[in-house]
């Protein structure tokens, strides 16, 4: 291999893992993490990512936890017929098969934080713990930004979403 090949694969392997979060080696890792507030002066907010597991064993995300929160739950949405969505904690956790990815994302599955004890603050960045059944805890950073744009669909009221 030159050593251009060399410089570019190189480089390639840094821009696809730019933002990435491993979990200690175990092949598991979140990519792409935000967080953002539910709304201005929100007590909620969310966290989305892409959950990849590069091993050769299954997994499954069975917790999050967060210090910027009084309460911090796996939640997806659910299809209520007519338009209508509704928002619930998914039990059980979420698989994430060995070699495949699993999309956190508004609208779908996404770590809710309820009663925050800070704001989530454009710019700032929170720490997150992902409690997985395989490879245990894993804490990873997640910038705030609260500008970003859903991808598809929406992320739905938060507002009913408070431990006070």
Same mark, same amino acid.
């Given at each position: ?8 694969? !190189?480089? /390639?392997?840094? @821009?696809?893992?730019?933002?990435? #979060?491993? $979990?200690?080696? &175990?092949? =598991? %890792?979140?990519?792409? !993490?935000? /967080?953002?507030? @539910?709304?201005?002066?929100?007590? #909620?907010? $969310?966290?989305? &990512?892409? =959950? %990849? ?15 910027? $929160?009084?309460?911090?739950? =796996? ?90």
């Amino acid at each position: 291999m030159s050593v251009t090949s060399k410089f570019l694969a !190189a480089a /390639a392997a840094t @821009a696809m893992l730019s933002g990435a #979060a491993f $979990a200690d080696g &175990m092949g =598991l %890792m979140a990519k792409d !993490a935000y /967080a953002r507030a @539910a709304t201005p002066n929100a007590k #909620a907010g $969310a966290a989305f &990512m892409i =959950l %990849m597991n590069h091993s050769d064993q299954d997994d499954r995300l069975i917790a999050a936890k967060s210090d910027v $929160a009084k309460k911090v739950e =796996l939640h997806t949405h659910i299809d209520q017929g007519e338009g209508v969505m509704k928002m619930t904690e998914i039990e059980g956790g979420i698989a994430i098969a060995a070699g495949e990815m699993h999309m956190m994302q508004r609208g779908g599955d996404h770590v809710m934080l309820m009663g925050l004890n800070q704001s989530l603050i454009q710019g700032n960045t929170i720490k997150v713990t992902l409690v997985f059944e395989n490879a245990g805890e894993v804490e990873i950073e997640v910038p705030v930004d609260n500008e970003r744009k859903a991808k598809h669909g929406g992320h739905g009221d938060h507002s009913g979403h408070s431990s006070d």
